[in-house]
């Protein structure tokens, strides 16, 4: 059939807005030479997919060529037991679906900047990190840290020398069961170092969850500065988020159950978290031992400016707390929280601490504070997720005190009307928030 002038042109026309690569989109490799071969030859845009299957190279697979997806055939089903990856100078590279058993290994290099490591598993003990990250701009998404029992942490974000590795953002991850039994160094994400702490990282930890995250009293270590910590959920663990060294960031909107938040350091806004610990101490003000941390200090740096607001806090005794030291806090503020126990003192900071109180509820024990709360019954109903809410009626309803504008929804991310209800719930009849469960983080969720 000869084709009308008209059909041709039309044709050319098209072929000049679409392109059409030429090699193969996505390249099927068997085995983990046949891998390196392929890589060897990749071109940025590809995907390269190998089998199922259990692997065992004597050297880690090398990634050279920007802007190449790696992944397995079947998340969850290509097993590396040694070897591993070893990227390059390289950007925008993705591994996905992996399982690193044993001795293998992935760490992303500070050349390897924009790369996304996401629905892959590491199990069990590692020499180091399970994962560590050294380059700008990392995401970490939808993967699996579990089973560690030895020392070392499951996701360490770091940098190069003194530097830290900036915009890393972390989600959707589960972290589970790090039962190292030494007293320091098992957490489930440790941010920076105690020598990077005055080093601005951006990074970004969310929608996370923790489970037996025991290996370390610290689940989430902060050792940076200018972060943010948010709506995660960590239950049944000893495991906090700690902020250990660095200033200004913000933990906001997270499900603590038998955890909480402790801090060192200024200038950060704790606010909308809902703990619920049974153990007591669902905040604590760290202790000082000296009054600002110089840049490559380990100790614990007196909290300065740090404000506490809208969090709902629940306990037994001291459920908001400080611990003992040279220095004590300075310049806080503890305003419009629920704060509810069974007994004893309910506020328990150290003689000498300047903290500004406002707009608080005590309820269930002596407040421990000279002003600054009203000890009312919150009404706190538990919702059918299992969270403890404001009730209709409750007189937190619309009665917190001062202005912080930074607090413009609530734990539900839902927005704050009028003048804003104390606690982390804004009272609505609309309640969305849940804890995170195994469906949604890790390698097969959503």
Known sequence: ???????????????????????????????????????????????????????????????????????????????????????????????????????????????????????????????????????????????????????????????????????????????????????????????????????????????????????DPEAISVKASDNTVRFNTIRDSKGYIVLRHGNRTTVEGNLLFGSGVRFHGNDHKVFNNYVQNTGDRAIVFGKGSETDSGPSSTSHDRPDRVTVAFNTLVGTGAVVDSDTGTYAPKDCVLANNVIQGSSSKLIDMMSGSTVKYEGNIVWGGTAGIPSGYRSVDPKLVRDSNGLLRLASGSPAVDTSAGTYSYVTRDFDLQSRSGKPDVGADEHNSSAVRKPLTKADVGVSAP
Not at 82 to 97: C, N, P, S
């Open 1 to 215: 059939m000869i084709r009308s002038l008209a059909a041709v042109g039309a044709a050319a026309l098209l072929s000049s807005f679409v392109h059409v690569p030429a090699f193969a989109a996505v390249v099927g490799v068997s085995d983990v030479s046949s891998l390196q071969a392929a890589l060897d030859t990749a071109r940025p845009g590809q995907r390269i997919v190998l089998a199922d299957g259990v692997h065992a190279p004597a050297e880690p697979i090398k990634i050279t060529t920007p802007g190449v997806t790696v992944a397995a055939k079947n998340v969850g089903r290509t097993v590396f037991t040694r070897g591993g990856f070893e990227l390059g100078a390289v950007r925008d590279v993705t591994i996905e679906g992996f399982v690193f058993n044993g001795s293998s290994t992935l760490s992303v290099p500070v050349e390897a900047q924009a790369t996304r490591i996401t629905r892959n598993t590491y199990n069990g003990n590692k020499d180091g990190a399970s994962l560590s990250v050294s380059a700008d701009d990392v995401q970490v998404d939808h993967n699996t840290f579990s089973n560690r029992s030895n020392e070392g942490v499951y996701l360490q974000i770091t940098g190069p020398g003194s530097e830290i590795a900036k915009r890393t953002w972390v989600h959707h991850n589960y972290f589970y069961n790090h039962s190292f039994t030494g007293a320091n160094g098992g957490e489930s994400i440790r941010l920076g170092y105690s020598h990077k702490q005055s080093k601005s990282a951006y990074a970004v930890i969310e929608h996370n969850l923790f489970e037996k995250a025991n290996g």
